[in-house]
């Protein structure tokens, strides 16, 4: 997913993708110097974007931790939300339940086919994880994979699907269902962090059954 604030935001960005940051390492990111950061940190928590709480590790000084507010997920996609929300809806008044878990099961084979295309070509675990993190980079969920001695991190620090996602706990399960499909028995794949739960991101550890 394409960074596309303008530069006076950009800490946002930093904050989504990383977390909550004490002044020195935003500066560091945002590549100025400490008042330089803390003018636009100041200037995002007047718009509401951002919020500081102090931090005391061991006898050094308080510390100020800036982290993201509610508000500034408005910065961030949210796939066609209120649509999305409407459709769920009309389908659970009209159809009910049963028929609302058949299009998500619809939408997940769907997903299925479309990472085993892209993802074929990669025997490797490890290029395959890769490809698939960029493939939803793409789809807007800010992805990334690291990897994390013996096992995998696959991290979305973005839900474009949120709202539907809040409204309908049967999209996070075909998350789940699909990436342990598209990566195979072989391997086994586990939801750590979950943005519906109240955590900053998603995040699936990826370990290969063998170990």
């Not at 892209?118 to 800010?142: C, I, N, T, V, W």
């Not at 699907?161 to 409204?167: R, Y």
């Amino acid at each position: 997913m394409k960074n596309n604030l303008p530069d006076n935001e950009q800490a946002v960005w930093i904050l989504k993708t990383r977390g909550p940051l004490p002044l020195h390492a935003l500066a560091e990111a945002l590549k100025v110097t400490t008042e330089g950061a803390r003018f636009q940190l100041q200037k995002l928590a007047a718009d509401g974007l951002v919020q500081a709480t102090t931090a005391v590790k061991g006898r050094g000084r308080p510390q100020q931790i800036w982290s993201l507010t509610e508000k500034s997920e408005s910065r961030f996609p949210d796939t066609h939300a209120e649509l999305t929300l409407r459709l769920i809806s009309s389908i659970r008044e009209t159809l009910g339940e049963d028929a609302l878990n058949e299009v998500i099961l619809s939408q997940q084979k769907n997903n299925i086919r479309k990472y085993n295309t892209e993802l074929k070509q990669f025997p490797e675990l490890e290029d395959k994880l890769q490809e698939l993190a960029a493939l939803r980079d793409k789809e807007g969920y800010m992805a990334s994979c690291t990897k994390e001695g013996e096992s995998f991190l696959l991290i979305e620090n973005h839900c474009p699907i949120c709202a539907a996602a809040k409204a309908c706990q049967g999209f996070c399960k075909a998350e789940l269902e699909t990436f342990r499909t598209v990566l195979g028995k072989e391997v086994k794949v586990q939801r750590e962090d979950h943005i519906i739960a109240g955590a900053r991101r998603c995040a699936y550890r990826i370990t290969p059954r063998t170990i």
